[in-house]
Each structure stands twice: as C-alpha cells, then as structure tokens.
C-alpha cells in the first residue's frame, strides 16, 4: 500500500493543468518512444545474457538446478511485463485521463491528396486522450495510434505508408476524408 504522503508533491502538481498536460504528454512521449518494447529489448537481452552464465555457476555451486530455472521464470515475467507495459499505461492513462464525452472537430487535413504525411489540425473543448484511426473506403481499419489533444488547437503531424486510396480519419468522435496518390 502507497504512503498517502510519498506522492502528495505529485497529487498536488496533478491538479495544476498546464502541469498535468505537460506531464501526461512527456510520459506519453517517452512510453511510445525512448521506452518502447522495440527499443528496449534488444538492451535486455544483452543484460540476460550477460548474466545467464553466472547463473548457471551459482546454481552448479549451489546444486541448486532449480535456482536457474526459477531466475528463468523470473526472466519471463519481465519480459512479458516489458512487452504489455505501454497498454498497461494505456489503459491507466485512459482511465485516469481520459473523456468519454470528448468534443473533438478536425478542421483541416492537409495536403488532399497526400504522398507520405498529413497535418491535421483538430480543436478540442479539454485535454483528452484520443484514437487515431485510419480505415479505407471498405471500413476495414488500416492504422490506430492514440495521441493527446490539448484544449484548443492541436497540430498533428503524422507520417503514413498507405496505396494510393481514399480513406477516412477518425480521431476520437471526429472525423475527416482523405485521398492518398502513389
């Protein structure tokens, strides 16, 4: 259990807004960047291996097989733990953060027709955390991403890798038309 009084600082500096906006997107930043599972595992797995070969010297030491299968269990979970720990945040940060009742309006989706990226300038009533969403004209959905969305104005610039097409972007409850030549 949590001492109400270690994260009182952090409670306090929460109910700041500007605070709150700033420190949900770093946190977001770095959850989907620099502490990705993509980034992080290939350091991990060095760390594991450097020590495998210790472990099993302790465990042959010790004529304790079953030391080196537990430190390989334990190996597991947190390779599990490193692979689900963004949607793990995720869901906390939806949970937390999130409105079900967004008010979102895309105002402009540029360029029309797109190569490689579109800018997107969404406005929204209060900071949200919201899906972006991109389906073709068959429904089927080709790309989801979240992102947060302050109040007021929001540019997004987003990098796609579609076939030519018209395709539809939703970002939360709103959404907008796009055409993609190759």
Not at 147 to 175: M, Q
């Amino acid at each position: 259990m949590t001492n109400a009084l270690s994260t009182l600082f952090f409670r306090k500096l929460m109910e700041n807004e500007t605070f709150k906006t700033q420190f949900i997107s770093r946190f977001y930043q770095l959850l989907n960047g620099a502490f990705k599972y993509e980034n992080l595992k290939p350091i991990y797995d060095n760390a594991i291996s450097q020590i495998a070969e210790e472990i099993q010297r302790q465990a042959y030491r010790f004529d304790n097989p079953k030391m080196e299968m537990d430190w390989m269990e334990s190996v597991s979970i947190i390779d599990r733990f490193l692979a689900q720990r963004n949607s793990y945040f995720d869901n906390i940060l939806f949970s937390d953060f999130a409105q079900p009742n967004q008010s979102l309006e895309i105002t402009s989706i540029a360029p029309n027709p797109a190569k490689d990226h579109l800018h997107i300038h969404v406005d929204a009533d209060e900071m949200v955390i919201a899906d972006i969403q991109i389906f073709n004209i068959l429904g089927q959905k080709l790309v989801q991403t979240k992102t947060i969305l302050v109040k007021g104005g929001n540019e997004i610039d987003f990098p796609i890798d579609l076939n030519g097409g018209f395709f539809i972007l939703r970002i939360g409850n709103a959404s907008g038309k796009f055409i993609v030549i190759n």
